[in-house]
């Protein structure tokens, strides 16, 4: 139980590295343009 | 044979769950400090630091940080690993009047708001993606060590007698020293007009400091791990000291600048409180007056030492908990009195017990600084720990996050 214990983490910690860097240039659904920009 | 106390045991599962509370109010305290197109992102490495520490601790922290020792007094052993034999009857070492697990429990709630402490230091500019291998690997090779050398009994710090009592060296100035090398390390944010930003949010702050002092109570006053009249004592010296460096604080601030700040009162606070924290379960509460102006006065000078230099760890974190924890392990040497904690200080005739806390004080600094520059130089070798020029101009909030705090 403790290997798969640290073995669930592990996959994270993985998933983590190769992971997005920053979020998608395109739209975000939440962002409304005029948020972005004022937000900016 | 170590018998379990109710009394003990509820006052530290209430105390677990007030320190638990602390870090999402540093996540406020912070957030309110900080541009409002980076508050999320400022949140959000508190946030996030609540899950990842409380899995990595029970996993391998606490075995590191309070398993039995590997001989040196060093590092503790892999006999605890993922809380094998962690269990819900009292330790023989720590806490015997309270389950093991709620020992390891109470002390995870430290080291999940230690490293996200050092997070000022680099708001507006780190990238998420770093922030969360900086954070484990801290944790790990920084943190665990610390606090297995100065609480547990057979550390070599603890032998020593360096006086802690709820983590002035080793939640407080790990993560304050560690803070400074962060904003070397990677740099003054762009765009800055002023060497400091306006923060968006005062009240955000305030209530975040607020927060913070609440939980404060179980952090110190809980360290006595009982409910006891140590306990009391503790509690009362932190009250007083934080209350101390805020009115300080605020006149500072009234005669240097014309006007008596509420930011001022909220840092203040806050700095009393890391002040106290080494000190608060060995001193007077006349002595924790003391210690609340005097950590008021040195802070106030470390903060505007830093507005003129050209380091921008962003939050201040090295100058409140940096300094503030250093001064506070300092003064546990000058004002600890047996009446209260079992060992004299400077003032009662132990000059010694000064010189210890100033062993300790100088091998957790350079600790810290020398290996949290190492684990930023190797994360910075799988991913950049800085956002590109872009990100950090269009904010982190929605560079890395994809979301905006504040709809228009």
């Not at chain 1, 992971?19 to 395109?26: E, Q, V, Y």
């Not at chain 2, 000078?301 to 921008?312: F, I, N, S, Y």
């Not at chain 2, 994360?379 to 590109?388: A, E, G, H, K, S």
């Not at chain 2, 560079?399 to 705090?405: D, F, L, R, S, T």
Request: aromatic share 10%; hydrophobic share 55%.
């Amino acid at each position: 139980m403790v290997i798969a214990a640290l073995a669930a983490f592990a996959l994270l910690l993985i998933a983590w590295i190769f992971a997005p860097s920053g979020a998608p240039k395109r739209e975000n659904s939440m962002v409304e343009p005029e948020a972005a920009a004022l937000a900016a | 044979m170590p018998t379990i106390d109710s009394g003990d045991t509820a006052w530290v599962l209430t105390s677990a769950a007030l320190v638990m509370l602390m870090t999402p109010g540093l996540a406020l305290f912070y957030g309110g400090l900080v541009r409002r197109k980076n508050v999320l992102s400022t949140i959000m490495h508190s946030f996030f630091i609540l899950g990842l520490v409380s899995v990595t601790w029970v996993l391998w922290g606490y075995t590191l940080a309070f398993g039995p020792d590997t001989g040196l007094g060093l590092i503790g052993g892999l006999d605890w690993l993922a809380l094998e034999g962690v269990t819900g009857e009292p330790s023989e070492v720590y806490a015997t009047t309270i389950p093991h697990l709620l020992f390891m429990a109470f002390q995870m709630m430290f080291a999940i708001i230690t490293p996200a402490l050092i997070s000022g230091a680099f708001a507006e500019r780190k990238r998420f993606k770093a922030f969360i291998l900086f954070a484990v690997a801290w944790s790990t090779f920084v943190y665990a060590p610390i606090a297995h050398w100065v609480w547990s009994p057979d550390g070599w710090l603890f032998g020593l007698g360096v006086l802690d009592f709820a983590g002035g060296t080793v939640v407080h100035l790990s993560s304050g020293v560690a803070a400074l090398v962060a904003a070397l390390f990677i740099g003054r944010r762009t765009g800055l007009i002023e060497p400091a930003t306006e923060p968006h949010d005062v009240p955000m702050t305030v209530l975040g400091a607020g927060l913070l002092w609440f939980g404060w109570f179980g952090f110190n006053a809980g360290s006595a791990v009982g409910a006891n009249g140590l306990a009391a004592t503790a509690f009362v010296t932190t009250n007083t000291a934080a209350a101390m460096a805020a009115i300080t604080w605020v006149t500072i601030s009234w005669l240097h600048k014309g006007t008596p700040s509420v930011l001022g009162a909220a840092i203040g606070a806050v700095a009393g409180l890391v002040a106290i924290t080494p000190a608060a379960g060995f001193v007077t509460p006349a002595a924790s007056i003391l210690i609340g102006m005097g950590v008021g006065i040195v802070c106030y000078g470390a903060a505007q030492l830093r507005l003129r230099a050209r380091v921008d760890d962003a939050l201040d974190v090295f100058a409140v908990h940096g300094v503030g924890g250093a001064f506070g392990a300092i003064a546990t040497g000058v004002f600890a009195t047996a009446a209260v904690g079992g060992v004299d200080g400077l003032l009662r005739g132990n000059a010694g017990q000064l010189v210890t806390q100033l062993i300790g004080v100088g091998v957790v600094g350079i600790y810290s600084a020398a290996t949290t520059g190492a684990i930023l130089f190797l994360v910075n070798l799988v991913t950049p720990i800085r956002v590109t020029g872009d990100a950090e101009e269009a904010g982190l909030d929605l560079a890395q996050h994809g979301e905006i705090a504040y709809q228009p």
